[in-house]
């Protein structure tokens, strides 16, 4: 059976000998599991998602069903990376975060406007994000919207694990010609939203409006993140939208900061984040 190994190995620079080493076994085997002389097992698929920095389900994705996430910083452990992976009858994701990053993207959702706007997420928060999604989009976009905010939002939230030393809080003015937005945001394990946004127009590009609030919606609560979101004033929909974007990414890149003064502790008087006040 055809599988992925050899094409994840060769993303990470990694010859067959040096992913041995890491997995603890010989090139000669990594050979087999590439070729399918070895039977590709579960065990044999954590070792190897061990190795390269992904999902163990990585290696049996058929290649020409969904590209493949790169995996960030593979093996570098003082980034906070992580991988998801996302499939239901309605959508395929994959999604690959650096949070100490600078910015860079990949993000391919088959929807121009909302691509655009996480581009804008990721350039503004500095946070590297890889998104491949693959919806139905023939029935609309609500489905790839909001799964795509789930999947990011799981990947920030595993990324950031058990928010050691982060600074927490975030917020941010960001004004777009016209229009000014505000976002201020808990980086704490506890998931809500406040949503003051209204659009003058139903829809931007291809896209309804009304699904802007979908994806802050289930942005906030896989990450588990409180978050406000408030139009202060503004008339084009389209600032409107992308000073809510931005507002989210600079704020994310305050609150998930390393806070140098409490390295190493998590900033609760609880000691421990999420839960009830
Ligand atoms: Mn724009």
Same mark, same amino acid.
């Given at each position: ?16 000998? $040096? ?8 090139? +000669? ?5 590439? *070729? ?10 954590? #070792?190897? /998602? ?20 790169? =995996?960030?910083? =593979? ?6 990376? /992580? ?12 999604? $690959? ?8 993207? @990949?993000?391919? @959702? ?9 581009? +804008?997420?990721? #350039? ?19 489905? *790839? *919207? ?28 960001? =004004? ?15 998931? !809500? ?8 127009? =139903? ?14 919606? /289930? ?13 202060? !004033?503004? +008339? ?8 809510? !974007? ?16 409490? $390295? ?14």
């Amino acid at each position: 059976m055809a599988n992925r190994i050899r094409e994840l190995r060769k993303r990470t620079g990694l010859n067959q000998n $040096a992913l041995a080493k890491r997995i603890g076994t010989t090139s +000669q085997q990594v050979s087999h599991l590439e *070729t399918g002389r070895r039977k590709l097992t579960q065990d044999w698929m954590e #070792r190897l /998602a061990a190795g390269l920095d992904c999902e163990p389900a990585a290696f049996l994705f058929p290649a020409n069903e969904l590209p493949l996430t790169r =995996p960030l910083s =593979p093996g570098d452990p003082t980034m906070r990376t /992580a991988n998801i992976e996302r499939r239901t009858n309605e959508t395929k994701i994959r999604v $690959a975060v650096n949070i100490d990053g600078t910015g860079e993207f @990949t993000v391919n @959702t088959g929807i121009g406007f909302l691509d655009h706007m996480l581009e +804008q997420l990721a #350039r503004h928060s500095l946070i590297n994000l890889d998104i491949q999604a693959k919806g139905d989009l023939h029935i609309d976009y609500h489905h *790839t *919207t909001e799964d795509t905010g789930i999947a990011i939002g799981q990947a920030v939230n595993k990324a950031l694990g058990d928010l050691s030393g982060i600074t927490r809080y975030g917020s941010a003015l960001i =004004p777009m010609d016209e229009t000014l937005s505000r976002v201020s945001l808990d980086v704490s394990g506890r998931p !809500y939203l406040i949503w003051r946004v209204e659009f003058s127009r =139903p829809k931007l590009g291809e896209m309804d409006t009304e699904l802007f609030k979908e994806w802050f919606q /289930a942005f906030s609560q896989a990450a588990g993140i409180t978050l406000h979101v408030d139009n202060l !004033y503004g +008339q084009n929909s389209h600032h409107i939208v992308e000073s809510c !974007y931005k507002g989210l990414a600079r704020a994310l890149r305050q609150a998930v900061q390393i806070d140098p003064r409490k $390295a190493d502790t998590v900033p609760s008087t609880k000691g421990v984040l999420g839960g009830s006040l």
